[in-house]
């Protein structure tokens, strides 16, 4: 049964995406929430980070865009095929999103060396913190995509498995094992638990062309575009982009 608590706007604060930009959310909190319910909301632009679920509502600029793969007609290209190949001995657990040290721990080896090369901020994270601000509080369709070289734990991925459709919310992993691609490696692994589990989509968050991080999501094709943000009663409008993929064999943002 779903229950809403509260349905409200962000104050505007500088983009995080686009620093030009002033961006603003619309965010929404649930006493509880059905997978059902939630699927629509992903159809209509919504996402989930923790307790919150939240979309782009930003006044004077719509480039944040949500992109989703169409699951049946995917087809890899060459370069993901050699990413699988590379990535042929890493193991994958799906199981309900959790909570331990093991994760705190990777989570922060991740974010520190994206301080280092990205120049991001904050600081380490605890697991309770890391339940708080990323799990959230045991939905039933809140799952962790774990992947091992071996023994040892070398990513991780936030995914959200609802009826129709798979939500890829968090994606981290050991800075050792980013010469192998793992962020291409989790899209693709997600994609092929959508396929194995009957799933026709796979969102992969906003995309926006002009932000370098987000440029690998349009190379996962065939995919749609969400054009406007709508409402629960109305039909989403979905479009296949006009421009394609760009070429080229960067596998990694």
Known sequence: ???????????LVECSYLPEERARM??????GISGEHYAQLLARGWRRQGVSFFRS????CKKCRSLRVDVRNFRPTKSQRRCLKRNAHISLT?????????HAEL????????????????DTTTAAEYRENLVGPGYEFAHEFAYRDGEKLVGLGLVDVVPGALN???FFHDPDWRPLGPGTFSALSEIEYARQTGRDWVYLG???PENASMAYKNRFAPHQILTERVE??????WHIPDEAPPAGDREEP
């Open 1 to 11: 049964m779903t229950v809403e608590l509260l349905s409200a706007r962000s104050p």
């Open 26 to 31: 619309g965010v929404k909190l649930f006493a």
């Open 57 to 60: 509502d930003c006044p004077a």
């Open 94 to 102: 799906v199981r309900p999103a959790g909570t331990s040290e093991e």
């Open 107 to 122: 989570y922060n080896r991740w974010h520190e060396d994206m301080k280092e090369r990205r120049g991001w901020r904050g």
């Open 168 to 170: 890829s919310i968090y």
């Open 206 to 208: 906003y995309w926006i």
């Open 232 to 237: 629960l009663d109305e039909a989403p409008p």
